[in-house]
Structure formats: structure tokens, C-alpha cells
């Protein structure tokens, strides 16, 4: 199961850190991804994360902005997100790739197997 949580409304410039709790798994050998939809707009990838490896990949739109970490103690992954834009309001999904035994993640949604229900995002003044 993977659950995310965090999501809420912040103003332009304001930070958010999104938790991503899985449970039924060991995240030893995994990807995560993160991926967003916006209103009227088709899903995307946001970054992703290996968790053999600790490569991280972000999306141009959120380089330097966004950071992926991870709790193993209490397998939930985050991710940091900084310096919002209105542009980044969005319903924000984590998923998993179990396993996984890759170096490098995918920021491609039909290599993850296990999604969250998603927790929404608006960045607004």
C-alpha cells in the first residue's frame, strides 16, 4: 500500500513536504516516482528515486526546487518541494516500483506498479 499525505494550500514561494508511507514492503530493492496532474492538463513526471543507488532524476520544471528523501526507519519517502509556483498546483501521486534492482529510476508512469491515491497541492496568493 502507498499513501500520500501533506498536500494543502500554500503561497507563492512557500515550501510543502509530501510523505509517501509504504507499507507491505521492504523498500530495500525500489523506485519511487513522483507525478503530478493539474487541471485540464495529462499527468507528468516530477522525479523519481532508486533506492539501491540513491540516483534521484527531477524534471526541469522542479530542478533546484524539489528534493526526494527517504525515512527508512519508517519506509516513507518525501518529497521536499521549495520556492512553489501558482504552476505547480497540482494533485501530487507517489508510486512504486518493487522491486526494483536498477541504479537509475524511470520518470515514466507505466514502469510503476503501486500508486497512491494522491494528495492535492494549490499554490495561491
Known amino acids: 500500500q502507498v499513501v500520500e499525505s501533506g498536500g494543502g494550500l500554500v503561497q507563492p514561494g512557500g515550501s510543502l513536504r509530501l510523505s509517501c508511507a509504504v507499507s507491505?514492503?521492504?523498500?530495500?530493492?525500489?523506485?519511487i516516482g513522483w507525478f503530478r496532474q493539474a487541471p485540464g492538463k495529462l499527468r507528468e513526471g516530477v522525479g523519481c528515486?532508486?533506492?539501491?543507488?540513491?540516483?534521484?532524476h527531477y524534471a526541469d520544471s522542479v530542478k533546484g526546487r524539489f528534493t526526494i528523501s527517504r525515512d527508512n526507519a519508517k519506509n516513507t519517502m518525501y518529497l521536499e518541494m521549495n520556492s512553489l509556483k501558482p504552476e505547480d498546483t497540482a494533485v501530487y501521486y507517489c508510486?512504486?516500483?518493487?522491486?526494483?534492482?536498477?541504479?537509475?529510476?524511470?520518470?515514466?508512469?507505466?514502469?510503476?506498479?503501486?500508486w497512491g491515491q494522491g494528495t492535492s497541492v494549490t499554490v495561491s496568493s
Open positions: 508510486a512504486l516500483r518493487y522491486p526494483w534492482y536498477g541504479n537509475d529510476c524511470s520518470d515514466e508512469a507505466d514502469e510503476y506498479t503501486y
Open positions: 507491505g514492503f521492504t523498500l530495500d530493492y525500489y523506485a
Open positions: 528515486f532508486s533506492g539501491r543507488s540513491d540516483f534521484a
